[in-house]
């Protein structure tokens, strides 16, 4: 009853390497596309309010020209 020891091929490793990069890098781009939506968060707040404000004015400036 002796413990049987294996080794992997070295092209596994090689690849088990690869993929080990590959998520490291896709998890850097994970966190900066993050960072570049929470940064946009407040950008689109205030192009909604811009565009409501637009709106609300269009709306008063048509009832003025119909005479309503």
Do not use: C, E, F
């Not at 294996?6 to 590959?22: E, I, K, M, Y």
Request: overall charge positive.
């Amino acid at each position: 009853s002796g413990v049987t020891m294996w080794t992997l091929p070295s092209s596994d490793l090689t690849l088990a390497a690869r993929v080990a990069d590959g998520a490291r890098t896709a998890d850097g781009g994970v966190n900066a596309v993050r960072s570049q939506t929470t940064s946009l968060a407040a950008d689109v707040a205030l192009v909604n309010d811009s565009a409501v404000r637009i709106l609300h004015m269009a709306r008063a400036l048509r009832k003025v020209a119909v005479g309503k």
